[in-house]
């Protein structure tokens, strides 16, 4: 049984949201005081309160930064529906320093120190953090360069952090990684990413929410605008892309705690919360019906015998169906329609392989509810041995009966005769075992 843990992002998403959602969790706070002091980064402490939310009790994380700690704490205000504005000479604005875009900042020491992506990935790789959680670190980081570098079109090696350079957002991307690898789970997912909605104004001018880098760290994955200001950090898409494996609604599990992380704002009419939730995912036949996924494409260039393969390994990779419909495409070219269906949480996996064995350039999708009716499997004996017969119900009345056709056809052939017999008798003894 596969142990999932699900980034529920309807508030959106931060460094120190993931980390109030991780010790709301149970991850013990002076564990994770002890593992961040191996890190050669002095001048701050760690601080967790519980809050009130719009009415949710959540955790709140803070790094208190020697200096700051006597004028007001240093408090991450992530993540709230509210305006937010990266100022030229300085930060005008409530969202928080949690951000990596190349400006000015009014402060050049101690928290606000600008350091370059080479000096952070020495930090790590000079402390005494355990192997796996430097190495994802320090990939986070890189990562984050690599964004950070291709909006201002320079060299990985050349980016300076500003925002995330300062310690609050290394404690952060550290802590996070130290906490969900704390949490012991199999795969991440995580719902669509609430970027929020405006505009944000950098160094470089006036752009829409999300930032350019946070927009790079989104590439492929599922976001929305619901909500005023920036509620989607670079850190928090940071963490988030880089851990879920897929994203879409809560999948069935049985959950077994849920961690409330908070951002800085109490909005009314909006908890302003991530939500982690973490348990045992149900096995797909114990799954209640819901919601699929069906993706479309149209495919008129591709050899015939890629397409017998192509069904194998959708089905292979979990798609519930898959098949083909013959089209006339244009400049009266005959070709295929490829339609798929699968869970919504297989959607990216199914892209890629669609993408990689076709010749085909897009892919539409949509998501579809469906009502499927309750199913077991009954085995029966037959002259010709034992055979599985599948059995749909819905409210305790029995809609279709149907044996394993290929068990029939095993029998079939030891018997040496006609599969439609063996269908027979093996549905002729589902009927007398029902009636009694």
């Given at each position: 049984?596969?142990?999932?843990?699900y980034?529920?992002?309807?508030?959106?998403?931060?460094?120190?949201?993931?980390?109030?959602?991780?010790?709301?969790?149970?991850?013990?706070?002076?564990?994770?005081?002890?593992?961040?002091?191996?890190?050669?980064?002095?001048?701050?402490?760690?601080?967790?309160?519980?809050?009130?939310?719009?009415g949710i009790?959540a955790?709140?994380?803070?790094?208190?930064?020697?200096?700051e700690?006597?004028?007001?704490?240093?408090?991450?205000?992530?993540?709230?529906?509210?305006?937010?504005?990266?100022?030229?000479?300085?930060?005008?604005?409530?969202?928080?320093?949690?951000?990596?875009?190349?400006?000015?900042?009014?402060?050049?020491?101690?928290?606000?120190?600008?350091?370059?992506?080479?000096?952070?990935?020495?930090?790590?790789?000079?402390?005494?953090?355990?192997?796996?959680?430097?190495?994802r670190?320090?990939?986070?980081?890189?990562?984050?360069?690599?964004?950070e570098?291709?909006?201002?079109?320079?060299?990985?090696?050349?980016?300076?952090?500003?925002?995330?350079?300062?310690?609050?957002?290394?404690?952060?991307?550290?802590?996070?990684?130290?906490?969900?690898?704390?949490?012991?789970?199999?795969?991440?997912?995580?719902?669509?990413?609430?970027?929020?909605?405006?505009?944000?104004?950098?160094?470089?001018?006036?752009?829409?929410?999300?930032?350019?880098?946070?927009?790079?760290?989104?590439?492929?994955?599922?976001?929305?605008?619901?909500?005023?200001?920036?509620?989607?950090?670079?850190?928090?898409?940071?963490?988030?892309?880089?851990?879920?494996?897929?994203?879409?609604?809560?999948?069935?599990?049985?959950?077994?705690?849920?961690?409330?992380?908070?951002?800085?704002?109490?909005?009314?009419?909006?908890?302003?919360?991530?939500?982690?939730?973490?348990?045992?995912?149900?096995p797909?036949?114990?799954?209640?019906?819901?919601?699929?996924?069906?993706?479309?494409?149209?495919?008129?260039?591709?050899?015939?015998q890629?397409?017998?393969?192509?069904?194998?390994?959708?089905?292979?990779?979990?798609?519930?169906?898959?098949?083909?419909?013959?089209?006339?495409?244009?400049?009266?070219?005959?070709?295929?329609?490829?339609?798929?269906?699968?869970?919504?949480?297989?959607?990216?996996?199914?892209?890629?392989?669609?993408?990689?064995?076709?010749?085909?350039?897009?892919?539409?999708?949509?998501?579809?509810?469906?009502?499927?009716?309750?199913?077991?499997t009954?085995?029966?004996?037959?002259?010709?041995?034992?055979?599985?017969?599948?059995?749909?119900?819905r409210?305790?009345?029995?809609?279709?009966?149907?044996?394993?056709?290929?068990?029939?056809?095993?029998?079939?052939?030891?018997?040496?005769?006609?599969?439609?017999?063996?269908?027979?008798?093996?549905?002729?003894?589902?009927?007398?075992?029902?009636?009694?």
């Open positions: 049984m596969s142990r999932v843990a980034f529920d992002c309807a508030s959106g998403a931060s460094g120190d949201m993931v980390l109030g959602a991780l010790v709301d969790l149970g991850l013990p706070l002076d564990r994770l005081r002890a593992e961040l002091a191996k890190l050669p980064l002095e001048g701050y402490r760690l601080e967790a309160t519980a809050v009130d939310r719009a009790r955790t709140k994380v803070d790094v208190v930064v020697e200096g700690a006597d004028e007001a704490p240093h408090v991450q205000q992530h993540a709230g529906a509210h305006e937010h504005e990266h100022a030229e000479d300085g930060h005008d604005h409530d969202q928080g320093h949690d951000h990596g875009h190349d400006h000015d900042h009014e402060h050049a020491e101690g928290n606000h120190r600008h350091r370059p992506l080479r000096e952070i990935l020495k930090m790590i790789d000079q402390s005494g953090l355990d192997k796996t959680v430097k190495e670190s320090s990939a986070l980081f890189r990562r984050l360069g690599e964004a570098a291709a909006v201002h079109g320079t060299d990985v090696e050349e980016v300076t952090f500003h925002e995330v350079g300062a310690v609050d957002s290394i404690v952060d991307v550290v802590g996070a990684v130290i906490g969900l690898g704390w949490l012991d789970v199999d795969r991440f997912l995580a719902s669509p990413l609430n970027v929020g909605s405006g505009t944000v104004t950098i160094a470089h001018g006036r752009y829409p929410i999300p930032a350019p880098a946070t927009l790079r760290l989104l590439s492929g994955v599922p976001v929305y605008a619901d909500g005023k200001g920036e509620l989607l950090t670079p850190t928090g898409a940071l963490l988030v892309t880089a851990h879920a494996s897929g994203y879409g609604p809560l999948p069935a599990l049985r959950p077994e705690g849920v961690g409330h992380g908070a951002g800085d704002r109490d909005t009314p009419g909006r908890p302003n919360v991530m939500r982690l939730i973490v348990g045992d995912e149900m797909v036949e114990e799954a209640p019906p819901g919601r699929v996924i069906v993706l479309e494409s149209e495919i008129d260039d591709m050899s015939p890629l397409f017998g393969p192509l069904l194998d390994g959708l089905l292979a990779a979990g798609a519930l169906d898959a098949f083909y419909t013959p089209v006339q495409m244009k400049k009266g070219r005959p070709g295929v329609l490829l339609t798929v269906i699968a869970d919504p949480l297989k959607r990216t996996s199914i892209e890629e392989l669609l993408f990689a064995e076709t010749t085909t350039l897009g892919v539409r999708w949509q998501e579809w509810d469906r009502t499927v009716l309750d199913r077991e009954v085995a029966v004996e037959t002259p010709f041995g034992e055979v599985a017969v599948k059995v749909g119900r409210q305790g009345r029995v809609y279709n009966v149907a044996p394993e056709f290929d068990e029939c056809l095993v029998r079939a052939r030891a018997a040496g005769r006609p599969v439609k017999e063996v269908w027979a008798a093996a549905l002729a003894a589902y009927h007398a075992v029902a009636r009694k």
